[in-house]
């Protein structure tokens, strides 16, 4: 493994969709699934554990702006960063977000409710 660090690097990249001989092999594959995974799992950790669902869409924004900088940022270090690998992070973010979406929902649902049984109680006082 060696760095190497591009100061001025070709950004037009970045829009590179003719790489189609990558396509049929299976370690790209297995690149793409694990792109999906890990943003599927920095989503999980970002937002499942969420309280309300302000701080559950900052945690989703939080994985895409990551997903976003990681691929902005690779050519700087001599690597290829696509768009394209901007949307199957998007994908992998996506289907967690929807399953953390669905289970935190009850949780918020219920912490509403109590907090305004709590409020109601101590106003009288």
Do not use: C
């Not at 370690?27 to 989503?43: A, D, E, M, N, R």
């Not at 949780?107 to 006082?125: E, I, P, Q, V």
């Amino acid at each position: 493994m060696q760095f190497q660090w591009n100061s001025h690097p070709d950004m037009s990249e970045l829009l590179k969709l003719d790489d189609f001989s990558y396509y049929n092999k299976p370690l790209y594959l297995i690149q793409k699934i694990g792109h999906i995974s890990g943003f599927f799992v920095l989503t999980l950790l970002a937002a499942a554990g969420a309280r309300t669902p302000r701080a559950f869409w900052k945690g989703v924004a939080f994985a895409a702006g990551y997903a976003v900088l990681t691929e902005l940022l690779q050519p700087f270090f001599g690597r290829n960063g696509r768009v394209a690998d901007m949307f199957i992070d998007g994908a992998g973010i996506t289907i967690a977000a929807y399953i953390a979406y669905r289970f935190s929902r009850g949780r918020w649902h219920s912490a509403r409710r109590n907090r305004r049984y709590y409020d109601s109680t101590w106003a009288g006082r």
